[in-house]
């Protein structure tokens, strides 16, 4: 019997997007939680006005909501200012110059500061200021100040 050569194909199905579905958005995610967690747990005692008492599954599912619609909002933020084809290479295209990132970045910013004053202010029961200013804070303090400042610290832009 004549011996047969095993061979195997190999594709290239793009291996920083496979990275980053098995590491990135899980890893990034659990920072994400963890970061908006710690934010929350620093801002809420320093807000004027009633003393603030959340229970620990609160704040738990608090952050759990926050962080799925953080990463939604982020998202967008990524997908409007980069021109990315992760399929292809690993190389960043600006949609617009760096200092324009920063200028759209008060978008997601703004949104994220809604978000979280409304849903603080129904789920947590924060008075209406208090909110406001809660939302103000996790707004600055959350916002993806990182996307347009790592893909340009690391050369990943073209």
Same mark, same amino acid.
Request: proline share 5%.
């Given at each position: 019997?004549?011996?047969?050569?095993?061979?195997?194909?190999?594709?290239?199905?793009?291996?920083?997007?496979?990275?980053?579905?098995? @590491? $990135?958005?899980?890893?990034?995610? =659990?920072?994400?939680?963890?970061?908006? *967690?710690?934010?929350?747990? &620093?801002? #809420? +005692?320093?807000?004027?006005?009633?003393?603030?008492?959340?229970?620990?599954?609160?704040?738990?599912?608090?952050?759990?909501?926050?962080?799925?619609?953080?990463?939604?909002?982020?998202?967008?933020?990524?997908?409007?200012?980069?021109?990315?084809? @992760? $399929?292809?290479?690993?190389?960043? =295209?600006?949609?617009?110059?760096?200092? *324009?990132?920063?200028?759209? &970045?008060? #978008? +997601?910013?703004?949104?994220?500061?809604?978000?979280?004053?409304?849903?603080?202010?129904?789920?947590?029961?924060?008075?209406?200021?208090?909110?406001?200013?809660?939302?103000?804070?996790?707004?600055?303090?959350?916002?993806?100040?990182?996307?347009?400042?790592?893909?340009?610290?690391?050369?990943?832009?073209?």
């Amino acid at each position: 019997m004549a011996e047969r050569k095993k061979t195997a194909r190999l594709y290239d199905v793009g291996g920083v997007i496979i990275a980053v579905l098995f @590491f $990135g958005i899980p890893f990034g995610s =659990i920072f994400d939680y963890l970061w908006n *967690l710690l934010v929350l747990s &620093l801002a #809420l +005692p320093r807000l004027a006005g009633d003393k603030i008492e959340i229970t620990k599954g609160k704040r738990l599912a608090y952050c759990f909501f926050i962080t799925l619609l953080g990463i939604i909002i982020d998202w967008a933020y990524f997908e409007f200012t980069w021109d990315t084809d @992760f $399929g292809k290479s690993a190389v960043w =295209i600006p949609a617009m110059p760096q200092a *324009l990132q920063f200028v759209w &970045l008060l #978008l +997601p910013m703004a949104m994220i500061g809604l978000v979280n004053a409304a849903l603080s202010y129904s789920y947590l029961k924060l008075e209406r200021r208090q909110a406001i200013i809660f939302g103000a804070i996790m707004g600055f303090f959350t916002a993806p100040w990182l996307l347009p400042i790592v893909p340009y610290v690391f050369g990943w832009v073209v």
